[in-house]
């Protein structure tokens, strides 16, 4: 993974207005905070205002879904190929919510089963299904009767995608998808190929070892839940012991830099993060837009650290510190310094895109 991979990644996904993928232990804790960060970027893109509950809702059914059917275990690591993945898309008037999960085979009938038959049934059909299966009282063998599968057929109206890949002779990969459309028009369906979409960020995810990727609005409010995913998630549940508290600190500075200095897309601070876990601890990604107008100033600071040596680094910081504390001077570039001192490498790109400019950052700790 280098800068133009994270580069060319956030114009790959130009067309969405979000994309949150996560790949590794899915928590009840780490869903509520992705649920928490889809309501930001909702309330920041204001189509899908009046679906936000919906959504939600669905998500939780979704992780559920991950965790009855799922043999992934913590015990696995995070480098484990089995470990699950969780999406959530939304471009136009379309929204996706996705999951990604090993099963073993002897379940996948079984599941097929279900989704089959509610993906063939009219809503009226869904309605009266549901009520069977709740007059009739009984649990699978997995843990549920079926329910969930029902109520997320009903409360997205559109059919559940799917699909099983083998993983040797006992495991498969299940890939599953809710679909929500926010359109009077009849002609606006599902994108059969959407699902296609989310296989081939899983294999980018895990052939590059990313353990998030998100594309959307970094504002404030948006930003808040990444580094709560992070420090009460990805941290804990890492088997990395050293550069626990810089990836924490790193991440908050990059992420506050977007926050405030990024420039605005129709009044969004858009932007791309990415979390990935190397041999030796982690390597931070960010590329946002920025105005013509700082990108020679920054291209001079950047420059100019690179010139320095750990302690003249260290020396600076300090400098800049007592001037912030003394006489709260703004501007000063204690984060970029911060960034010099504290990771292993700091590699960065500035490329041209219409009016502005696209600044990358990929820090390894």
């Known amino acids: 993974m280098n800068v133009d991979f994270t580069t060319d990644l956030l114009k790959s996904l130009e067309s969405d207005d979000l994309v949150f993928a996560y790949s590794g232990v899915i928590s009840d804790t780490i869903t509520h905070k992705i649920i928490e960060l889809t309501q930001s970027n909702i309330d920041s893109a204001g189509n899908f205002v009046r679906f936000k509950n919906k959504i939600s809702f669905l998500m939780a059914e979704c992780y559920q879904n991950v965790a009855r059917h799922s043999r992934y275990s913590v015990d696995m690591g995070l480098n484990s190929e089995l470990r699950g993945a969780f999406y959530v898309r939304s471009f136009g008037d379309r929204f996706h919510i996705a999951s990604a999960n090993s099963v073993s085979v002897e379940f996948i009938d079984t599941i097929k089963e279900k989704l089959d038959k509610v993906n063939s049934l009219s809503p009226d059909e869904l309605r009266l299904l549901q009520k069977q299966v709740l007059a009739q009282g009984k649990l699978s063998e997995r843990g549920g009767a079926g329910l969930g599968i029902i109520e997320m057929a009903r409360r997205t109206g559109q059919k559940i995608l799917y699909e099983f890949e083998p993983i040797g002779d006992n495991l498969a990969l299940f890939f599953l998808q809710l679909n929500i459309v926010n359109s009077d028009d009849p002609t606006v369906g599902v994108d059969d190929n959407s699902l296609e979409y989310m296989k081939q960020l899983y294999r980018k995810m895990q052939e590059n070892n990313l353990l998030v990727i998100h594309k959307g609005d970094f504002s404030e409010n948006s930003v808040l839940p990444i580094i709560h995913m992070i420090e009460k998630n990805i941290l804990r549940?890492?088997?990395?012991?050293?550069?626990?508290?810089?990836?924490?600190?790193?991440?908050?500075?990059?992420?506050?830099?977007?926050?405030?200095?990024?420039?605005?897309?129709?009044?969004?601070?858009?932007?791309?993060?990415?979390?990935?876990?190397?041999?030796?601890?982690?390597?931070?990604?960010?590329?946002?837009?920025?105005?013509?107008?700082?990108?020679?100033?920054?291209?001079?600071s950047l420059n100019e650290l690179y010139q320095l040596s750990r302690s003249e680094l260290n020396d600076l910081y300090r400098e800049k510190l007592q001037l912030l504390v003394d006489e709260g001077v703004s501007g000063v570039g204690i984060g970029l310094i911060y960034l010099f001192r504290k990771s292993s490498e700091v590699k960065y790109a500035i490329t041209p895109k219409d009016k502005k400019h696209l600044i990358t950052f990929l820090v390894r700790l």
């Open 237 to 300: 549940l890492n088997e990395v012991k050293h550069n626990k508290q810089k990836l924490y600190n790193i991440s908050v500075e990059l992420l506050q830099n977007i926050s405030l200095h990024a420039a605005r897309v129709d009044g969004v601070n858009e932007a791309l993060f990415t979390l990935k876990k190397s041999e030796e601890g982690f390597i931070v990604g960010t590329s946002n837009y920025i105005d013509e107008a700082k990108v020679e100033h920054l291209r001079e």
